[in-house]
């Protein structure tokens, strides 16, 4: 027994050690630490952001409806590696199905989606009001495109940031979380690098 405590001291302490010494072994050594955050594909991110805000956007009564419609407007093939990852996971209390949409789409395409995820350029469907539960996030959108719920943008330091438009989630009748609220940037700030 006094075994497993000495041997368990030596851990610990071993532990709080490296614990106090990361925040100044990653600013003494700021250039090791970069190559780690350029291996991770730029699609992925985007995956992961739009899986993370399907965590912090409550829908409108859903509970009939046990499949979260989660579209994607444009077909990067390595951002589909990722998005078909969401496939099977959960989302305000229903499981994800990735649906691929085409740039030629309808306003009844988009009716069936609770969030839309747009990788390529606007089409003119979506310049209209979108359906009451319809979230668009947008990526790198263009200025003036009101329906945008969340827009996700990579500055000049290749960060990805977002920005909420509190008139568009309104419209969608959604209810964004104040954690994710706290974590955007400001609307106005979206266009400046």
């Not at 009564?61 to 407007?73: R, V």
């Not at 390595?78 to 209390?93: C, I, Q, R, V």
């Amino acid at each position: 027994m006094t075994g497993c405590k000495t041997l368990l001291h030596a851990i610990i302490s071993h532990s709080q050690k490296f614990c106090l010494m990361l925040p100044f072994w990653l600013v003494a050594f700021p250039q090791q630490a970069r190559p780690f955050e350029e291996t991770i594909p730029e699609a992925n991110l985007q995956a992961a952001f739009v899986y993370n805000f399907t965590q912090f956007i409550k829908w409108p009564d859903t509970q009939a409806n046990t499949i979260f419609p989660l579209c994607i407007l444009g077909s990067k093939d390595d951002a589909k590696k990722f998005f078909n990852e969401l496939n099977g996971k959960t989302a305000n209390h229903q499981v994800i199905e990735v649906i691929y949409l085409s740039s030629v789409l309808s306003m009844t395409n988009l009716q069936g989606c609770q969030l839309v995820f747009q990788l390529e350029a606007f089409p003119k469907t979506l310049t209209q009001p979108l359906a009451q539960g319809v979230v668009l996030v947008s990526y790198n959108p263009l200025p003036g495109t009101e329906n945008i719920c969340i827009a996700l943008q990579l500055n000049r330091e290749r960060k990805l940031r977002f920005a909420i438009n509190p008139a568009a989630v309104a419209v969608a009748g959604v209810v964004v979380s104040s954690q994710l609220q706290k974590l955007a940037i400001e609307w106005q700030e979206l266009r400046q690098p």
